[in-house]
């Protein structure tokens, strides 16, 4: 048996709660893992709140992402007592995910944890830090460089933001934060922005074309935000879109892209390859400070429903760490 946070359908509403579980209900895959942690991410807010179509199967154990030690394997390329990580393929939507004792995965979706990076580290990241090197990749590919001018990181107080804001200015960028919480302007700025921007100012409807303020942008956000991102970024800029925080939709006009070379690059870490993901882990091994996995919350599963209203709601900063 073990425990594990289990999300039940009734009615219209999604029921979570604490269970035990059989081990042999677990059949997704080919590696059993004792996890070790999870995190809280905006999509597992959204399964274990029912606000979000985010569960395809029910009941389901929601957790986007774990970091743990193989248990048991049927994979060549797993043994006994590998530490590994699992983020995205599905796994707490589709397959039964990370916010339990234990989960069975697919060999081919787990990376190795890189070097002497711990687990409680690599959940410390997650899949938002994943996200945010990968956006940070995407920018560099596309030719931004530090002297170009400044990157706005939107949603800066989340945890795709707050990594983006890290990682870019460790990586020499001018970063500008945009925040609907200025009451975090201080932390802002000790993560290494340069500025901190009121969400409001994003928020309206944009022109076709406004004065060009961003080398680059990482977008946790969509919707409006986004649009008048790529109306403000500057000539052969570019903006890694990765998020809908502020909505689905994208109402722009072509004149950024045809009059500004600007590009918009999507930004998938659910099913971004293995290749690209051992590189990021790699990378972000090396570019986030010593003691940052100390400055995450750690929650247990019980304190994970209250956790997933609180971060809907606004209430919590930064990364939170789910500890079965
Ligand atoms: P968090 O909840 O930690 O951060 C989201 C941040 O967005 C909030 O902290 C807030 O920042 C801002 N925000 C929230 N609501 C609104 C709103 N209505 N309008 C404008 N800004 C808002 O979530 P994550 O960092 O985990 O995820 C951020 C986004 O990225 C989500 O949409 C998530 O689904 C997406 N995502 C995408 C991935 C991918 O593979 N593409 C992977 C991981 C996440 P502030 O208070 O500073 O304004």
Not at 256 to 261: C, D, K, N, S, V
Request: aromatic share 6%.
């Amino acid at each position: 048996m073990f425990k594990a946070l289990l999300l039940e359908e009734s009615g219209k509403e999604t029921k979570a709660s604490v269970q035990r579980l059989n081990e042999n209900q677990l059949t997704n895959g080919d590696v059993l893992v004792k996890v070790d942690y999870s995190s809280l991410n905006y999509k597992d807010a959204m399964a274990i709140t029912g606000k979000g179509k985010i569960v395809r199967q029910w009941p389901m154990v929601p957790g986007i992402d774990f970091a743990g030690t193989v248990l048991a394997s049927d994979n060549p390329a797993h043994s006994i007592g590998d530490e590994v990580i699992l983020t995205g393929w599905g796994v707490g939507e589709k397959y039964w995910g990370g916010m339990a004792e234990k989960a069975c995965v697919k060999g081919e979706w787990l990376v190795p944890l890189p070097g002497t990076m711990s687990a409680k580290r690599a959940m410390a990241i997650g899949t938002a830090g994943l996200t945010a090197m990968l956006a940070v990749t995407a920018l560099e590919e596309a030719g931004i460089k530090p002297d170009q001018g400044p990157i706005l990181v939107t949603g800066a107080t989340g945890g795709v933001g707050s990594i983006a804001v890290r990682l870019l200015a460790k990586a020499g960028f001018d970063v500008h934060a945009e925040t609907g919480r200025r009451q975090h302007c201080d932390w802002l700025r000790e993560l290494g922005a340069s500025e901190v921007i009121d969400r409001a100012e994003f928020d309206k409807e944009p022109a076709a074309l406004e004065s060009q303020r961003w080398a680059g942008a990482i977008d946790a956000v969509g919707g409006r935000t986004l649009a008048r991102i790529l109306s403000q970024t500057q000539m052969n800029g570019a903006v890694a879109a990765c998020g809908l925080a502020g909505g689905v939709s994208l109402n722009t006009t072509v004149m950024p892209f045809i009059l500004r070379g600007v590009k918009l690059l999507g930004i998938d870490s659910v099913y971004v390859s293995k290749e690209k993901r051992i590189s990021a882990w790699q990378r972000l091994q090396t570019s986030l400070p010593l003691d940052f996995e100390e400055q995450s919350e750690v929650y247990t599963l019980d304190q994970s429903i209250t956790a997933a209203h609180d971060l809907l709601n606004g209430q919590l900063k930064g990364r939170v760490l789910i500890q079965p």
